[in-house]
């Protein structure tokens, strides 16, 4: 999901702080997970090891569909989050995480997501519209204050 978001950011020319926020996110999200991982000792469903909190994996894929949401909206976020909530449940059925690990990893992007990313809005915030009518057309610029 990171990938895809940087495609996004790369395709909406948002290169300043679109980058900025994308890597902030995943790397805070990523890295907490990372250290809760080595405090917390929750053994896998699967029995393997004891490092089953929070699931990394889905912390990744949850921080690029998050930060999706929080910059340009339900359009891209919405998808985004039905990517991670099937990263989240092959996790689960996969026996390499519990159900629990998975949403602590969704919330702790959600978070991150809340408080790093801001709203996208175009370099200068010019809209136009040009309207064909009969004889001519209508053109419309407006500029958001």
Do not use: C
């Not at 896998?44 to 921080?63: E, K």
């Not at 969704?106 to 809005?121: C, D, E, F, N, W």
């Amino acid at each position: 999901m990171p990938i895809a978001a940087a495609g996004i950011v790369w395709a909406k020319d948002d290169t300043r702080l679109g980058w900025a926020q994308l890597f902030a996110e995943t790397a805070l999200t990523v890295g907490t997970a990372y250290a809760l991982k080595q405090v917390v000792h929750e053994g896998r469903p699967n029995g393997v090891d004891d490092s089953s909190f929070p699931s990394n994996t889905t912390a990744l894929a949850a921080s690029g569909s998050s930060f999706l949401w929080g910059r340009y909206g339900w359009r891209y976020g919405l998808p985004a989050t039905v990517v991670t909530g099937f990263v989240a449940y092959s996790r689960v059925e996969a026996r390499d995480h519990h159900l629990t690990d998975t949403l602590a990893s969704i919330g702790i992007s959600a978070l991150y997501g809340y408080i790093v990313t801001t709203p996208y809005q175009r370099r200068y915030n010019i809209s136009t519209e040009i309207t064909p009518m009969p004889g001519g057309a209508y053109i419309h610029l407006a500029y958001n204050w």
